[in-house]
T-cell receptor, first 113, second 112 residues
Framework: GDSVTQMEGPVTLSEEAFLTINCTYT??????LFWYVQYPGEGLQLLLK?????DKGSNKGFEATYRKETTSFHLEKGSVQVSDSAVYFC????????????FGPGTRLSVLP | DGGITQSPKYLFRKEGQNVTLSCEQN?????MYWYRQDPGQGLRLIYY???????QKGDIAEGYSVSREKKESFPLTVTSAQKNPTAFYLC???????????FGNGTRLTVT
């Protein structure tokens, strides 16, 4: 079945550092790909998405590019802030209408001032 | 503002008791979902519903039950048959089954 693998955390960075969180997937066909963020004590929020190969999703300074050849969707940000401390989930949804989301295990990011 | 409301935020129960978690949405979304989140794990789907009076089992439905009598409401009952019910429960909705999910803020259930 479909699956999502993320780099294990926790990831600890200093403010203004460059962030990469790796995500690779296994799926039949070409799924839609998503990054969700969960702040402490809250539910998940959609951060960005990409629906086809070479698409780049971006939001709030975060970016991720849909790489079909490497089945990857790595999350990047050029300069992190303390307020970016959260858990980040990579997820996919297959092309067949009504397929359920598949989530990765999440990567906890802590940004220190 | 439109959104998803889960209540209560924290819930404590004794082992052997059934407990119902509330989920209400005013987004006019057709599809609703229940997920379970455990530390270090991704979200696992418990149940989902595409329309009123219809729902389907997800990956870990055993020990849970749901109802969908109204479009805006999708309560989850954790029964005494659920072997390990202590977890963080998230309700979500989407416009349809092909759209991104919108999540509530979750209910943390502790069973002792």
């Amino acid at each position: 079945g479909d699956s999502v693998t993320q780099m294990e955390g926790p990831v600890t960075l200093s403010e203004e550092a460059f962030l990469t969180i790796n995500c690779t997937y296994t799926a039949t066909g070409y799924p839609s790909l998503f990054w969700y963020v969960q702040y402490p004590g809250e539910g998940l929020q959609l951060l960005l998405k990409a629906t086809k190969a070479d698409d780049k999703g971006s939001n709030k300074g975060f970016e991720a590019t849909y790489r079909k050849e490497t089945t990857s969707f790595h999350l990047e940000k050029g300069s992190v802030q303390v307020s970016d401390s959260a858990v980040y989930f990579c997820a996919l949804r297959g092309r067949v209408y009504g397929q359920n989301f598949v989530f990765g295990p999440g990567t906890r990011l802590s940004v220190l001032p | 503002d439109g959104g998803i409301t889960q209540s209560p935020k924290y819930l404590f129960r004794k082992e052997g008791q059934n407990v119902t978690l509330s989920c209400e949405q005013n987004l006019n979304h057709d599809a609703m979902y229940w997920y379970r989140q455990d530390p270090g794990q991704g979200l696992r789907l418990i149940y989902y519903s595409q329309i009123v009076n219809d729902f389907q089992k997800g990956d870990i439905a055993e020990g849970y039950s749901v109802s969908r009598e109204k479009k805006e409401s999708f309560p989850l009952t954790v029964t005494s048959a659920q072997k390990n019910p202590t977890a963080f429960y998230l309700c979500a909705s989407s416009i349809d089954r092909n759209s991104p999910l919108h999540f509530g803020n979750g209910t943390r259930l502790t069973v002792t």
